[in-house]
């Protein structure tokens, strides 16, 4: 039996150890949407190309409307580790890396909780925090941030409340995100907050670790720099924070509909309401902090992945000072209660059980569940249909479907690389030929379109259907393939 003294202790990391059974659980039943990103194919041809080559692009190879145009894969590190999971396990080993990492993730974030609120609080805010995050979980480079930016939020947080200098291997941390996402720069911005805190409550009595912190500051934009493509990776970053990407109607770059993200608007609003109705205070440089992200979240819904994590991880500290009762201090001076003694007494099993249940939910996902992206983005059929018939020539494609051509060797019409390529004039007349017949026929033209491939919806195949010369030769519920009667194949 566990000892009274450590008791606790045995508490908190099974609970841990549930939340993070939970977070795999849930990624792994969800793992067609989190394989549903068209992205993730030209990610894992990009990963393939790297390592077949062993150098990073520099020049677009994937479509034949930007090629040989300057392009780089800024985020190569997290395309080569996609690519060798891939490889390793298909679908399936891909699906289970990132199960993985949001388990790690989840551990992570319950970790830095549980040093502020009691347990179960902490466990109850995690699963909180994952669940308004899971549109961002798909598999893609920025998820395996995800770890890296709940230890860089926590470390120089936590080092500021106690006026201590950051810890300077956190660089290390800054320096891996650099290279596996473009939103490394955000890591500059957070550090800067941190540092405003560190400012906004020990002024200037803590010299030493002021000069740490100015610094560590310095350090971060040159450590960054340890990259492939040098500061043309911090450059390229800066589109990240761009509020008009071409005019491309991609879902993540939508401004946040309260009407449409009843959850996140529910949530946000009930936050509002505690933190007015309770007497809450947060300081200056974390409430400044939260604006800036709710701010970029109102622009951009893709801004989930930082606002929550950042929310919660500087927001329990305070809750725990302010509101006593609800810190694990307190609830370590208080008698374990009857369900808390059972949970001390069964630790040892208990752990072992959950340790070997997350293992093999793991080892499922990796080896034995039927797992693949949706059919609506791999359009699998429409694809084999193309090659197996010979179909040539420059292609029309949707945004969506362009990830799986570049995986299938197909140049690309347009594709998700749209932080470097098909935006501007391009973004928009692609947007405006949507519905308008003269423009899609100048398209067509411009750039000499032997064949479309497009889903059932898309308003350009009924501008297909019109024109002559144009012949639909395959379709199913997932995509719809025209071609010019030209070029049909007997």
């Not at 039943?29 to 077949?52: F, N």
């Not at 996609?82 to 399936?92: E, H, I, P, S, T």
């Not at 200056?284 to 991880?313: E, G, K, S």
């Not at 494609?397 to 197909?410: A, Q, R, W």
Request: glycine share 6%; charged share 10%; aromatic share 12%.
């Amino acid at each position: 039996m566990t000892s009274a003294r450590s008791a606790p202790d045995s508490i908190r990391l099974l609970i841990g150890m549930i939340v993070v059974l939970l977070c795999i659980a849930g990624t792994i039943a969800t793992r067609e949407d989190v394989l549903g990103d068209p992205d993730i194919w030209w990610h894992l041809k990009t990963g393939a190309w790297i390592l077949q080559h062993k150098a990073v692009p520099t020049t677009d190879t994937f479509s034949y409307t930007f090629a040989g145009q300057p392009w780089i894969a800024k985020e190569w590190l997290s395309q080569v580790i996609y690519y060798l999971a891939f490889a390793a396990g298909g679908w399936n080993g891909v699906a289970a890396l990132v199960a993985i990492v949001v388990g790690v993730a989840a551990g992570l974030l319950y970790r830095s909780q549980s040093e502020s609120l009691r347990p179960s609080m902490a466990a109850s805010v995690v699963l909180v925090c994952m669940l308004l995050t899971s549109s961002a979980i798909t598999a893609r480079p920025h998820l395996l941030t995800l770890p890296l930016l709940v230890i860089w939020i926590a470390g120089l947080f936590k080092a500021s409340q106690k006026g201590s200098a950051p810890n300077f291997l956190l660089l290390v941390v800054i320096l891996a995100w650099a290279n596996l996402h473009a939103a490394f720069t955000m890591g500059f911005v957070i550090a800067f907050f941190a540092f405003l805190d560190f400012l906004e409550t020990w002024r200037l009595t803590r010299k030493p670790a002021l000069l740490a912190w100015l610094g560590f500051l310095a350090l971060c934009p040159l450590v960054t720099l340890i990259h492939p493509y040098s500061y043309q990776a911090m450059m390229a970053t800066l589109s990240v924070f761009r509020s008009n990407e071409g005019a491309l109607p991609i879902g993540e770059w939508q401004p946040f509909d309260a009407q449409q993200q009843t959850v996140h608007a529910g949530v946000l609003l009930l936050l509002l309401f505690a933190a007015l109705t309770s007497g809450f205070r947060l300081g200056l440089a974390r409430a400044l902090l939260i604006v800036v992200l709710t701010y970029l979240f109102m622009t951009h819904v893709r801004y989930a992945f930082f606002l929550y994590p950042v929310l919660v991880l500087l927001v329990a500290p305070v809750v725990a000072r302010q509101f006593p009762k609800l810190s694990a201090v307190h609830w370590r001076s208080q008698p374990l209660d009857s369900a808390e003694q059972r949970m001390s007494a069964a630790f040892a099993p208990a752990a072992a059980v959950m340790s070997a249940v997350t293992v093999a939910m793991i080892g499922l996902q990796a080896w034995i569940l039927p797992t693949a992206p949706p059919q609506m983005v791999a359009v699998t059929g429409a694809i084999d249909y193309v090659k197996s018939h010979g179909i040539t020539g420059n292609v029309l494609n949707h945004y969506n479907f362009g990830g799986p051509l570049v995986f299938n060797d197909i140049p690309t019409f347009v594709d998700g690389r749209t932080d470097q390529l098909f935006i501007g004039s391009f973004g928009k007349e692609m947007q405006d030929g949507r519905e308008d017949a003269a423009i899609f026929a100048q398209t067509l033209a411009k750039y000499d379109i032997r064949w479309t491939i497009l889903p059932p919806d898309d308003p350009r195949l009924k501008l297909l259907q019109a024109m002559p010369g144009w012949k639909q030769v395959f379709a199913d519920k997932f995509a719809v393939v025209y071609q010019r009667e030209a070029q049909t194949t007997q």
